[in-house]
């Protein structure tokens, strides 16, 4: 609960640098929304790898300091601005923004980055929805042009972003292949639409991935770690073949000769340029799909707000994902 009727609790960054930087407060003014905005009382807040390296001061996006992180949270409408006629207080609902921050017990949010959350889900995997799931349906169709019938390679599918890949093209008729390193990790990947998985710590698993593809290859890989994999990703593509990377954590070299036979690319992304018709498209495919029951977020590693600079910590360092980590702020 608030500790005060003008204040409350949030995690604040006043200097970029490592998960240290990260400090709960509990005198931060409640924010007031504005025209066209919402304020929502957060029971879950999604953790994305994004907001550690924005945290660090690694990512082109920088925040002005101080600034509470958090963009995917879950909760119930606590009041609204001008001109909001889309939402009342007491509606439940998920965002995919904020502008004041999301690790905080409430947040102003634009009423166009809020949407109705279905009964069918709580508030844990409501925070699931955003980055991953948007991510998912924008790498997988707005960039990377899949189509039923192809097949699919998501590489590191246990985390939150594999797992809502993995939902979505079995949804639309894809045949998926997924990689995990553990198998914990494994089995969740294979109960959430991958027809096959691959322990990416196993030295030969590439080998098998190729045996599996056979000699049509990959038609769209996923990419979760891409200064690990992209190299052998390469190998793996069918022509026309695409990569799609959604993650990296540095440098890594690669031959360019071998996009040329099969005239393959390598496509970037990220949610933070995508259109806003394309972010209208994303929205509409994933609620029909919560209500059909092919979106159901799988929640991993919960932490408390004191325990945020951890969740930063194992987040990035972990044995292997297991589904999205959310930070509970009630």
Same mark, same amino acid.
């Given at each position: ?48 790898? /994004? #907001? ?5 001061? +690694?990512?082109? $996006? @920088?925040?002005?300091?101080?600034? *509470?992180? %958090? &963009?995917?949270?879950?909760?119930? /409408? #606590? ?5 909001? +006629?889309?939402? $009342? @207080?007491?509606?439940?609902?998920? *965002?995919? %923004? &904020? ?5 905080? #017990? ?225």
């Amino acid at each position: 609960m608030a500790t005060g009727k003008n204040v409350m609790r949030a995690v604040r960054v006043f200097e970029f640098g490592g998960p240290e930087v990260l400090k709960l407060q509990s005198d931060v003014l409640l924010p007031i929304p504005k025209e066209n905005q919402v304020l929502i009382k957060v029971h879950a807040c999604g953790i994305n790898p /994004v #907001e550690t390296y924005i945290r660090s001061g +690694t990512h082109a $996006k @920088k925040p002005a300091l101080p600034y *509470t992180p %958090g &963009t995917d949270v879950a909760g119930v /409408v #606590e009041g609204v601005g001008e001109h909001v +006629t889309a939402f $009342k @207080k007491g509606d439940r609902v998920f *965002t995919l %923004g &904020t502008i004041s921050g999301g690790y905080a #017990e409430y947040t102003v949010a634009s009423v166009d980055t809020v949407f109705s959350l279905s009964d069918k889900l709580d508030f844990k995997q409501g925070a699931a929805i955003g980055i991953p799931y948007f991510t998912a349906y924008h790498a997988l169709f707005q960039k990377g042009s899949a189509k039923a019938g192809e097949t699919l390679l998501v590489h590191g599918a246990s985390g939150g972003v594999g797992i809502a890949t993995c939902q979505i093209a079995r949804a639309y008729g894809l045949k998926i292949l997924g990689t995990a390193g553990t198998e914990e990790g494994m089995s969740l990947v294979l109960q959430n639409g991958a027809h096959k998985v691959f322990n990416h710590r196993k030295k030969d698993y590439v080998a098998q991935i190729k045996e599996t593809a056979g000699t049509q290859g990959i038609d769209v890989i996923v990419e979760m770690l891409a200064n690990v994999n992209l190299a052998n990703d390469l190998q793996l593509l069918s022509k026309g073949g695409r990569v799609m990377i959604v993650g990296s954590r540095g440098p890594i070299e690669i031959n360019p000769r071998d996009t040329m036979l099969k005239e393959s690319s390598i496509r970037g992304l990220s949610l933070f340029s995508a259109s806003k018709e394309e972010l209208s498209e994303c929205a509409a495919s994933l609620i029909a799909g919560i209500e059909a029951g092919w979106v159901k977020p799988v929640v991993g590693p919960e932490y408390p707000m004191e325990k945020v600079a951890d969740a930063h910590k194992n987040i990035i360092h972990s044995q292997g994902a297991l589904g999205k980590m959310v930070l509970l702020t009630c």
